[in-house]
C-alpha cells in the first residue's frame, strides 16, 4: 500500500477506539445495579471484569494496528 494510504488507516485505526470506549462506558452504565433493580452485586462485578478485559483487547488490537500502520507509512518495516 502507498504511504498515504498507510497513514489514513493508522488515523482510522486510531479514531475506531472512541466508539470502543463509547461503547465499553454504556456497557458499565446499563450493567450497574440501580434502585429500581438490576443485577446482583456478584453478576455485576463479573459483568464488570470481562467488559473490561474484552473492551482493553480490541483498544489494544486497534493501537497496534494503528502504531504498525504508522510505521509502515514512514518507511520502517518491523516485525512484531
Not at 10 to 17: I, K, M, P, Q, T
Not at 58 to 78: D, E, H, M, P
Amino acid at each position: 500500500m502507498t504511504p498515504t494510504t498507510n497513514r489514513l488507516l493508522s488515523y482510522v485505526f486510531l479514531a475506531a477506539v472512541l466508539p470502543l470506549v463509547a461503547l465499553w462506558a454504556l456497557l458499565m452504565k446499563i450493567s450497574t445495579p440501580n434502585i429500581t433493580g438490576g443485577m446482583e452485586p456478584t453478576v455485576t462485578t463479573v459483568c464488570y471484569f470481562a467488559l473490561t478485559f474484552i473492551a482493553g483487547g480490541l483498544i489494544t488490537v486497534c493501537v497496534n494496528f494503528s502504531r504498525q500502520l504508522a510505521r509502515q507509512a514512514k518507511g520502517q518495516f518491523t516485525t512484531p
